[in-house]
C-alpha cells in the first residue's frame, strides 16, 4: 500500500516539502514539518496495538418536523443542487446518514408530518415527502443509511389515549407496514428503525416490534434505542437479556459528548442520533466541529446525526435557520450553503462507515482535539479541531469553559502508517471575513525522510483534514437567485389532477393535514380542492392545537386582503376559518395570535384575536349551513379589521391592534373534515 501510495503522490507531482522549506510562511496554510524545534504537544498515531471502534457515519434528520417543508417547492434546477450540497459524494456534506420522520399527523416541532395511514384501514405511500427525499439522497449515494423515526402517531393508535403503547402489537404493526411500503412502493431499504422520538419507551414494545420485523422477513433491520437520554434505556438492557438482544444501538440526544457507564457496559454501538440544534452561523459551525470530534473522544460515540438536515420552513418558525444549510425561499429559488455543509464535508469527504478509529484519539494540550481513522488498507484521515469556547456554543447542552490558544503540534505516525509518502490537506477558518477559508484545498504534505514526523500551527477555531485520499472536492453550483419576499399577491386554486406531493406548495401545516383532494361530488368548479382530513386528534409529540391549521405567506405581512371558497363537511358542530397576521407556529401553535375569521355550521360567525378562541372580538348570525360552498374575505388594515361573507359585508372596522404583523392561514374549529379552495391573499405595502 505505501509503495502505491508513493507511486500516487509523484503522479500528481506534487511540490515537495522539506524539513527546511515548510510552508509556514503562506498566510493560509497552517503547516510546518517536523526538523523545527516548535515547543508543543506530540501526539502519536498508531495501530500497532489494534484499532478503536467502528465508525459509522455523519447524517442529518429531516423531520421532527416539517423542516424539509418548502424544500420540495423549489423549481429546478435549484432543488438538485440543494440536494446535491447535502448527499453527493466528494461534493459538499457528503453524507453518510438520513434519518426521517415517521409521519404521524401531530406537530412535532416546525409544523405537522402526514402519516401513511391516517385512519386504521387507509394505507398512503406517498404522503408528504420524505420517501421523496430518500430516494433523492440514494440516487446521489446509493450506500447512505437510511433511518426512520416516529415523533408522533395518528389517532387510532391510541384507542382513546394519548399513549402509542395500548395495543403493542398494533403500533408494531403501524411502524413496520411504514418499512415494508418504503420497500414495496419506493425499492428503499430501510436501516434503522426507532422506537419514540425523546419519549417514554416500553420495554414489551421493543420486543414485539423485533419479533414483528423477523416476522415480516426483515431481520437486517436494526433497532435503535430510545432516541432520548443515555438513561433509563442502558440500565434496562444490563437487566433484561431478551432487551440487550434486541436492541442493536444506543442513540442519545445532545449528549454533550459524553456517554454514561452503563452504556458503555452494555457493548453496543453508541450514537448521537441528534445533535447540533444551533443556528447555522459560524458558531454553529464550530459547535458542528467540535462535537464531530469529541462525541468520539469523549463518548465513544460512533455516528452523529444533525437536526436538522435543511432549514426548509419559514424562519419565523421555533429553531429557524438551524439547519446544515438553509433553503427557505422556494419562491425565488435563493438558498444559502451555510458553514456547517463544509464542516461536515472535512470528516465526510474522507471517512465511510466501516473505517476504523484509531485507539490513539485525544484531546491537545492547549484546547482542541484530533481523531485518525482509517479503513484497514492504508489509507488514514486525521481531523483536528481547535474550536473555542465562545464560537462553537451548541444550543445545548450547557458548555463548561475552556480555553484554546495558538500551539504547535508535532504528530507522528507509527504502525502501517510509519511510510504514508504524503497528505493532502484541507483547511476550514472560521472567524474574521479576512481570515475565514472554508473546506480549502491546501498544498500537500510530503513526508518523505520525515520518519513519519510532522508540526502544525495550529490557530484558534480552525479544522484541518489531513488524509491519504485525493478524492475530496469542494463542489460549487452556479450561484443560485438572489432573495426576495414572498410574493406579495399569491393565489392557488388547488386544481392539480395528478399532484406529485400530497400538500399545496408554501402551505405550512401546524396541527392537521391538508392535503390536495378530487371532490367526486362537485365535477363542477369545486372538483379540485385542499381538504383538512384529520377527524382524530393524533397521539401527540407537542402541544398541538385543538384547532387545526396551515399557515402561509410572509412573516413580515401587516396590511393583507385574505379570501378563499370554504366548504364545512360537519353538520351543526362544523367550523372554518381564514386568518391574518397570525404570529406563532410550531410547537407555540395552541398560543398563536392574530385575526381569525370565523364562521359555523350552526349559522354564527366570530372573529377572534387568537386561535384558542378566548379573545372575542365580534360575533354574531351568518346565513351558513354545512354541506355548502361560501366565499370569505379578510381584510386587515392598520387597527382595523373588516369581514365579507359571498362578498357581502358581515362586519366591519373591528378594531385590531395586537400582533401588528405575521402570516395568513386557514383552518377548522377541531379535527374535522372541511375543504378550502381559490385561495388569494394581497399584502398591501
Known sequence: MAERLLQASRQRRVKAMTA??????????????????????????????????????????????????????YPEPYRSQILDYLFKPNFGASLHILKVEIGGDGQTTDGTEPSHMHYELDENYFRGYEWWLMKEAKKRNPNITLMGLPWSFPGWLGKGFNWPYVNLQLTAYYVVTWIVGAKHYHDLDIDYIGIWNERAFDINYIKVLRRMLNYQGLQQVKIIASDNLWEPISASMLLDSELLKVIDVIGAHYPGTRTVKD????????????????????????????????????????????????????????????????????????????????????????????????????????????????????????????????HSMCIRPLLPYFNVSQQFATFILKGSFSEIPELQVWYTKLGKPSERFLFKQLDSLWLLDSGGRFTLDLQEDGLLTLTTLSTGSKGSHLLPPRSQPFPRVYKDDFNVDYPFFSEAPNFADQTGVFEYFMNIEDPGEHRFTLRQVLNQRPITWAADAFNTISIIGDYKWSNLTVKCDVYIETPEKGGVFIAGRVNKGGILIRSARGVFFWIFANGIYRVTGDLAGWIIYTSGHADVTAKKWYTLTLTINGGFSSGTLNGKPLWKNVSVNFPKNGWAAIGTHSFEFAQFDNFRVEAIH
Open 263 to 390: 452504556a458503555r457496559l452494555t457493548g453496543k454501538k453508541l450514537w448521537s442520533s441528534e445533535d447540533f440544534s444551533t443556528l447555522n452561523s459560524d458558531v454553529g459551525a464550530g459547535c458542528w466541529g467540535r462535537i464531530l470530534n469529541q462525541n468520539y473522544i469523549n463518548g465513544y460515540m460512533t455516528a452523529t446525526i444533525a437536526w436538522n438536515l435543511v432549514a426548509s420552513y419559514y424562519e419565523q418558525l421555533p429553531y429557524g435557520r438551524c439547519g446544515l444549510m438553509t433553503a427557505q425561499e422556494p419562491w425565488s429559488g435563493h438558498y444559502v450553503v451555510e458553514a456547517p455543509i463544509w464542516i461536515a464535508a472535512h470528516t465526510t469527504q474522507f471517512t465511510q462507515p466501516g473505517w476504523y478509529y484509531l485507539k490513539t484519539v485525544g484531546h491537545l494540550e492547549k484546547g482542541g482535539s484530533y481523531v485518525a481513522l482509517t479503513d484497514g488498507l492504508g489509507n488514514l484521515t486525521i481531523i483536528i479541531e481547535t474550536m473555542s469556547h465562545k
Open 20 to 73: 527546511a522549506a515548510g510552508s509556514a510562511g503562506q498566510a493560509a496554510v497552517p503547516l510546518l514539518l517536523c526538523a523545527l524545534l516548535a515547543p508543543g504537544g506530540a501526539y502519536v498515531l498508531d495501530d500497532s496495538d489494534g484499532l478503536g471502534r467502528e465508525f459509522d457515519g455523519i447524517g442529518a434528520v429531516s423531520g421532527g418536523g416539517a423542516t424539509s417543508r418548502l424544500l420540495v417547492n
